[in-house]
Nanobody, 120 residues
Framework: QVQLVESGGGLVQAGGSLRLSCATS????????MRWYRQAPGKQRELVAV???????NYAASVKGRFTISRDNAKNTVYLQMNSLKPEDTAVYYC??????????????WGQGTQVTVSS
């Protein structure tokens, strides 16, 4: 079974930094687009950053200039470097991936989430 496992969350002071990782495991052929979402209590899930298989990136306006998404294709891992963190960045962060399995079909997978808490 394909699994996405996030790590790197934690508690930081405002202005601090965290680096999230999401490793994909299982029998796959390739990973296409990978994304980071976040969800704060009482809010809808929000798309934070996107990276394509070719390395093209897009960011939500609220994080642009502060967050950087990257990937290591050899490790099937996507990262989210978060700098200049603000209390409003507090949320559970989820990675998401479009995975091409060996049957050539695309599957949408989600990680279980990692908590990021930014204190004032």
């Amino acid at each position: 079974q394909v699994q996405l496992v996030e790590s790197g969350g934690g508690l930081v002071q405002a202005g601090g930094s965290l680096r999230l990782s999401c490793a994909t495991s299982g029998t796959i052929f390739s990973i296409n687009t990978m994304r980071w979402y976040r969800q704060a209590p009482g809010k809808q899930r929000e798309l934070v950053a996107v990276i394509t298989s070719g390395g093209n990136t897009n960011y939500a306006a609220s994080v642009k200039g502060r967050f950087t998404i990257s990937r290591d294709n050899a490790k099937n891992t996507v990262y989210l470097q978060m700098n200049s963190l603000k209390p409003e960045d507090t949320a559970v962060y989820y990675c998401n991936a479009d995975v091409r399995k060996t049957d050539w079909r695309l599957y949408d997978y989600w990680g279980q989430g990692t908590q990021v808490t930014v204190s004032s």
